[in-house]
Nanobody, 112 residues
Framework: QVQLVESGGGLVQPGGSLRLSCIAS??????FRWYRQAPGKQRELVAG???????AYVDSVKGRFTISRDNNINAVFLQMRRLKPEDTAVYYC????????WGQGTQVTVSS
């Protein structure tokens, strides 16, 4: 069993920044991923990072979001810059370690 606990969401004005964190309860040897789900929309993959640090992003966040991980503390981070209203969503941390594991989600609201 793996528990994922996210933090760092909140309300921010357009153009602002937020940093999301996700701490796992055990060693994660696979990729960490961040997903998001906006109201009325399907959950979408935002960014992923392999154990070796290789990263990938959805086109809409390239150049604005940075995913990183610290394997010493079983954590993944999502630095979000130049936030837009369309980034408003619940953000979820995800790993596959024999099965799917999801965090509880953290709300990000971008609004003036």
């Amino acid at each position: 069993q793996v528990q994922l606990v996210e933090s760092g969401g909140g309300l921010v004005q357009p153009g602002g920044s937020l940093r999301l964190s996700c701490i796992a309860s055990s060693v994660i040897s696979s990729a960490f991923r961040w997903y998001r789900q906006a109201p009325g929309k399907q959950r979408e993959l935002v960014a992923g990072i392999g154990y070796d640090g290789n990263t990938a992003y959805v086109d809409s966040v390239k150049g604005r979001f940075t995913i990183s991980r610290d394997n010493n503390i079983n954590a993944v981070f999502l630095q979000m810059r130049r936030l837009k209203p369309e980034d408003t969503a619940v953000y979820y941390c995800y790993v596959f370690e024999g099965r799917d594991y999801w965090g509880q989600g953290t709300q990000v609201t971008v609004s003036s």
